[in-house]
Nanobody, 117 residues
Framework: QVQLVESGGGLVQPGGSLRLSCEAS??????????MEWYRQAPGKERELVAT???????DYIDSVKGRFTISRDNSKSTVLLQMNSLKIEDTAVYFC?????????WGQGTQVTVSS
């Protein structure tokens, strides 16, 4: 069982930045084999995949965040980050960290991001 703990959410004005962090309860030697993802779920909407980083470091994003969000990983710290710049009101959601390897997948508890003036 892998525990994922997110942090870094909060309230920010439109145009501002936040950095989300997700730490996994496994050693870096194991963490590096996981594909890591950030999802988000806004009120009344389905959970959606926002960004992915593979074990090899390849990244992918949904169109609405391309050029504004950056996903990265630090295997030595078993951590994945999501740098969010130029935040918009529509980015408001609970953001979830997700780890997957073969047929196994794990979720964090989520962290609230609120973009409001």
């Amino acid at each position: 069982q892998v525990q994922l703990v997110e942090s870094g959410g909060g309230l920010v004005q439109p145009g501002g930045s936040l950095r989300l962090s997700c730490e996994a309860s496994v050693s870096g030697n194991i963490f590096r084999f996981y594909a890591m993802e950030w999802y988000r779920q806004a009120p009344g909407k389905e959970r959606e995949l926002v960004a992915t980083i593979t074990p090899g470091g390849t990244t992918d994003y949904i169109d609405s965040v391309k050029g504004r969000f950056t996903i990265s990983r630090d295997n030595s710290k078993s951590t994945v980050l999501l740098q969010m710049n130029s935040l918009k009101i529509e980015d408001t959601a609970v953001y979830f960290c997700h780890a997957r390897i073969t047929s196994f997948a794990y979720w964090g508890q989520g962290t609230q991001v609120t973009v409001s003036s």
